[in-house]
């Protein structure tokens, strides 16, 4: 059965125009509109503020000890050594939380040299007499020098058990070194006045001479500076050589000599002391010697051989007469930078060990200004070693 073609393309448009007639009617075919959503809100989180700590900069401090040393706050019975041993004597030495440790069954404290360890030991005992801390047991290790042990006690608490050691650290100030400038007769108002704004302690040894006052310009002395009188003495080749006016001569009687020295002393009366830098004849004369050195006892003041002599009666004298004492040799002027850096160093290395010592230069222009940079370079190695640069009276006081 043949189909009429004419009849099939007549049904397919019918088809195509009911399907036309529809999507117009329902809307099948247009575009469907785009709904657009609201914006998401995102919640925005804020950190809360983080409380900084304040900043503790005194380690000695009791914010210091609770954040450091919490152990040692927690056990209320360790609370009575702890503020009526420990702290007070930590405080005395400038010690902070970094000298305390707890190691094993013994609390620790680690001193800094400079003191033996006996007379830390000393303090510690006098301390607990005075607080009614008692002392159970104590315990020296061999040598003793390195450690020390105690069992302490405070009415019923538990006992206390303490070690006392020595450091690496060295205690300030357990070492003193003083200057000294002598030759100071040529120099100028404006070297005078550069070594008298020095920003470190210097003694200056002036010759007054005979005259009645001593010269303007050292008058008044800023704090840290002193004053040493050149006591001129009879020389090992007088008469070819001469000491000077109002000097001092073996033959003369102690009686001339008092005078002439209360005349000295009359041109500046604030000095400290007596400094002879070439009178070696006199220095070995035992007579003169001890006229010059009983007049300093009995006035308190210090009397400083510089003549180098290898026969000086100085030492043996002072101890017979209670007079204080120093001897030194005197460094020639050296403009060698390096060389006066070295010899710096070895002398406050000595005193660092000894615990005492004076370096005694004279005078030649720029040493000031030489001076102060070696002193400021080597700020750090006097801190490591515990030195301090003092007037020469401070060794007399530590001494005494």
């Not at 529809?22 to 785009?34: D, Y």
């Not at 939380?97 to 830390?120: D, Q, S």
């Not at 070439?278 to 006035?299: C, M, Q, T, W, Y």
């Not at 120093?326 to 160093?345: G, H, I, M, Q």
Request: proline share 8%.
């Amino acid at each position: 059965m043949k189909t009429n073609p004419f009849f099939l393309r007549s049904r397919c448009f019918a088809l195509l125009a009911l399907l036309l007639s529809l999507g117009t009617s329902g809307n099948i075919f247009a575009a469907k509109p785009v709904h657009k959503h609201p914006p998401v809100k995102h919640r925005v989180i804020h950190p809360k503020p983080v409380r900084s700590e304040p900043l503790i900069t005194d380690s000695t401090s009791e914010a210091a000890w609770r954040k450091r040393l919490p152990w040692f706050y927690r056990d209320t019975a360790l609370s009575v050594y702890r503020d009526t041993l420990i702290r007070p004597l930590f405080k005395r030495y400038g010690l902070g939380t970094g000298n305390l440790f707890k190691r094993g069954g013994f609390i620790e404290a680690v001193l800094p040299h400079g003191r033996a360890l006996h007379e830390y030991a000393w303090d510690f005992e006098a301390l607990c007499g005075e607080t009614g801390i008692r002392v159970l047991e104590g315990h020296e290790f061999d040598p003793p020098e390195e450690k020390l042990e105690y069992q302490l006690q405070s009415g019923s608490l538990p006992p206390f058990p303490l070690r006392l050691t020595l450091g690496k650290t060295v205690l300030a100030g357990s070492a003193h070194m003083a200057l000294i400038i002598v030759g100071l007769d040529s120099v100028s108002d404006s070297s005078a006045r550069k070594l008298l704004a020095f920003p470190f302690p210097l003694t200056l040894a002036l010759n007054a001479g005979d005259s009645v006052t001593a010269p303007g310009r050292w008058i008044p002395l800023p704090p840290g500076k002193e004053a040493l009188l050149e006591l001129p003495m009879e020389p090992t080749g007088y008469p070819y050589i001469r000491p000077g006016p109002g000097a001092l001569f073996i033959h003369q009687k102690p009686t001339e000599l008092d005078a002439l020295m209360k005349a000295r002393l009359k041109t500046y009366p604030t000095a400290v002391g007596f400094a002879t830098t070439f009178g070696d004849r006199a220095i070995e004369n035992r007579p003169l010697l001890g006229s010059v050195l009983k007049f300093a006892a009995a006035h308190s003041l210090i009397f400083i051989d510089l003549t180098a002599s290898p026969r000086s009666l100085t030492a043996t004298l002072a101890q017979q007469t209670g007079a204080t004492t120093l001897s030194a040799r005197v460094r020639e002027p050296d403009s060698a930078a390096d060389r006066f850096e070295t010899e710096l160093l070895k002398r406050c290395e000595r005193a660092g060990k000894t615990g005492e010592g004076i370096w005694v230069l004279r005078y030649f222009p720029g040493l000031s200004s030489m001076l102060e940079a070696a002193l400021n370079k080597n700020r750090p190695y006097f801190d490591e070693i515990g030195l301090d640069w003092v007037p020469v009276s401070c060794l007399r006081e530590k001494k005494n």
